[in-house]
Nanobody, 125 residues
Framework: VQLQASGGGSVQAGGSLRLSCAASGRTFNSRYMAWFRQAPGKDRDFVAAINWSGGHTYYADSVKGRFTISRDKAKNTVYLQMNSLRPEDTAVYYC???????????????????WGQGTQVTVSS
């Protein structure tokens, strides 16, 4: 499985970015796809996840109301629309995929077997 993330960049606070993550070579039915982020010197944190079949979404409290995760099943792609960006959103953003994630561990990076290469998001004040 290959996950190709794109869409990062530099914006000013209050701006928007849309990240994309295209999956290829998948031979299983995903249950959840997710976005995580890692700021310099910090652990990798959960951002959002989406149930691949039903479309149910889950968010970290820090991004609720600002970020929206969605998926296009035909394109095997998951998106992260990020609005009202803040300097504290600055991080490398990673998409993740797994056939075995369950709801109770959807926010745990240990639950995901496949990771994209990361895309840098920088928000200036």
């Amino acid at each position: 499985v290959q996950l190709q993330a794109s869409g990062g960049g530099s914006v000013q606070a209050g701006g928007s970015l849309r990240l994309s993550c295209a999956a290829s070579g998948r031979t299983f039915n995903s249950r959840y796809m997710a976005w995580f982020r890692q700021a310099p010197g910090k652990d990798r944190d959960f951002v959002a996840a989406i149930n691949w079949s039903g479309g149910h979404t889950y968010y970290a409290d820090s991004v609720k109301g600002r970020f929206t995760i969605s998926r296009d099943k035909a394109k095997n792609t998951v998106y992260l629309q990020m609005n009202s960006l803040r300097p504290e959103d600055t991080a490398v953003y990673y998409c993740a995929d797994s056939p075995s994630v369950i709801l109770s561990n959807v926010a745990s990076d240990n639950a995901y077997a496949y990771w994209g290469q990361g895309t840098q998001v920088t928000v200036s004040s």
